[in-house]
């Protein structure tokens, strides 16, 4: 009969190794290996009396066993280990931990309920500056940032499943391919970690993978802060999607005041994104073509859908009651979406002829 010592050792290796194999983004070995590594370290647990003398080492060892069961997608199984280490008399810590772990599993047995499952592949978005503080941030400059980054994510896999590029409508099924998921923040800073979650009709789609999209939107980020648009171009075929990484991409960034680093994060790959909104504006080059009839202009006012007289068009009315038109060309929409009814400055070109006014650039009025 093997020794609890055997038996935990064991269970040591097989989860190192599983680490390893989710490192290298070989997710169905890594969970093979979590389930065999649960495997020993419950019957390791099972070696220890239901006694306050075996504390914390009992408990402990059942945190970790439902730990693996849990990496397994065994969640009945890790349920009924954590059930077992709050049985005994696990210190605060290790209750504390338990119970986190429960609200975990949990989490993915209802998204499982729901058709859902949640991908293994995380995505961290962390913020610096004046605006926030340990845990805590400015709520506009945080709400504007994941959005931006949900738009960047979305029309990535669009792109990537070889979908047109769609202005108006909720994509078909196939094409809202994953639903992101937000972890609580992390203390002594605002980070928080995104998860997808696949739809289960589309789990035995292999063509594309979290992994893939993550990597591509990272990469598509740090072209931009190196300010790289040659490889960012490269990398994002059609104007529509490559205008919309740059706008979105955009309105992520730093300020300068209240945000100064944003971090982007994977298991594979970190980055820190320092340019601003206003350095990638002139980077990218994103203003209509410099042509003797346009000239630059700069218009303060709230946007109105209402004043919309078509799908490329949308309206701005002045404190002093001007209504003016402004085309939005494909790929700036997910921008305009999002200050919708909202006091802007809007930056554009001014055809001096047509007087047609186009959009180059949108922030909130402060």
Known sequence: MSTFHELHSRAM?????????????????????????????????????????SEPTRSILYSSAASLAYQGRKFDVA??????????????????????????????????????????????????????????????EFLKRIQALYSILSRTVQRKLRREYQRTGRPAGMYRYFTPALSVPRPGSFAITLRLLLPQQYQTMMFLSASAVIDEVLAGVEYIDKGDIDGLRQVIEGEAYYLNFVTQARTMAPDGENISLVGLSSTKKSIGLTRTHKDIAAVAKLGIPDE????????????????????????????????????????????????????????????????????????TER
């Open 292 to 363: 003797e009839r346009f000239r630059p202009i700069t218009l303060r006012g709230v946007l109105d859908y209402a004043k919309s007289r078509g799908k490329d068009i949308v309206g701005l009315t002045t404190d002093d009651g001007k209504a003016f038109s402004i085309h939005v060309r494909a790929g700036m929409d997910d921008l305009v979406r999002s200050y919708f009814d909202e006091r802007v400055s809007v930056s554009g070109s001014q055809d001096t002829i047509s007087r047609k006014i186009y959009l180059t650039d949108i922030e």
């Open 13 to 53: 290796d097989l989860a190192q190794l599983a680490l390893v194999a989710r490192e290298k983004g070989e997710v169905e070995r890594a969970e093979a290996l979590a389930i065999e590594a649960y495997g020993y370290e419950a019957r390791a647990a099972d070696t220890i009396p239901l006694d306050e003398s």
């Open 79 to 140: 349920l009924n280990l954590i059930a077992k280490g709050l049985a005994g008399y696990p210190p605060i810590q290790v209750r504390e931990e338990l119970k986190t772990l429960w609200g975990q599993v949990n989490f993915e047995e209802h998204a499982r309920e729901q058709h859902m499952i949640l991908m293994p592949e995380d995505l961290q978005i962390s913020l610096q500056g004046n605006a926030v503080a340990s845990g805590m941030v400015l709520y506009d």
